[in-house]
């Protein structure tokens, strides 16, 4: 029984952060796993301790010394989970506060634009950076499903761009991404109503658009894109040094992309160094 549950905890600990990768947990959760884990360890000192079983074994391979082993990975995987779950805050903190501060520049050059109407900065990737209860962990990966009319309304949009009605379309995206908040589509919406305002020559509302199309899903298939018009769009309204630093974002976020080569070629026609 003791040779069981021992073996149980060691393969535990050996598969904890693996499996917590797979799942897609968060970095509380693999903590308070191997917290967990950490208390199976002392329960199982405990009951080898009462049965005697602490000295048995091969010279340097005892129970005892196991126990030890993995007690002292435990700990470390611990203390590296938050050490990382704290820089991964100071990132997205930092992210949300840049972007914060692009919003409020753009509003400071619009026409007619409210600064105090802009509220709180949604935070990066659109959750709270403060540990959370564990979920359980999806059997199956579910599609994002579209609400009744999502696709028609997108599509009839799209329809006002490319019927060359750009200011209809700028509108009709703006509604759309008010509408259906957190839409899987929600990122193309932005991304077209930014070109919708650049094809006006309103590059400043483009620059708005695009921002929230890169801080809609900063990873997603439109993310480099996104990104890229940002950056075009504030050298074109003569905000040269913050155009210069998100062109090159767009290079180290995305070295691969086509976007990084027209980043690379706007920071030539921008000037930058």
Do not use: W
Not at 101 to 106: I, N, T, V, W, Y
Not at 114 to 135: C, E, K, M, N
């Amino acid at each position: 029984m003791i040779r069981n549950t021992f073996l149980a905890v060691a393969l535990a600990c050996a598969t904890a952060v693996p499996v917590a990768a797979q799942d897609a947990q968060t970095l509380a959760d693999v903590r308070q796993q191997l917290s967990a884990l950490y208390v199976d360890v002392q329960s199982l000192r405990a009951e080898l301790s009462a049965t005697g079983g602490m000295t048995a074994g091969v010279a340097g391979a005892t129970p005892l010394d196991r126990l030890n082993a993995i007690e002292a990975e435990l700990q470390r995987l611990t203390s590296k989970s938050e050490e990382l779950e704290f820089r991964i805050g100071q990132v997205v903190r930092d992210g949300t506060n840049r972007i914060g501060d692009l919003e409020f520049r753009l509003c400071e050059l619009e026409e007619g634009c409210d600064i105090g109407a802009l509220g709180d900065t949604p935070t990066l990737g659109g959750v709270d950076v403060a540990p959370v209860a564990p979920q359980p962990a999806p059997t199956t990966t579910i599609e994002p499903q579209l609400a009744i009319g999502e696709q028609a309304d997108f599509e009839a949009a799209q329809t006002m761009m490319e019927e060359g009605d750009f200011a209809g379309a700028a509108v009709a995206f703006d509604n759309f991404t008010a509408a259906y908040p957190g839409s899987p589509l929600s990122q193309q919406a932005h991304y077209l109503r930014g070109e919708s305002y650049e094809s006006l020559g309103e590059m400043t509302n483009a620059a708005r658009a695009y921002l929230s199309a890169f801080s809609a899903d900063q990873t997603g298939e439109g993310a480099a894109d996104a990104l890229f018009k940002l950056g075009f769009s504030l050298g074109a309204i003569g905000q040269t040094q913050d155009a210069c630093i998100t062109l090159q974002q767009v290079g180290n976020k995305f070295p691969n992309s086509d976007a990084a080569l027209d980043a690379q070629s706007a920071m030539r026609n921008f000037g930058c160094s």
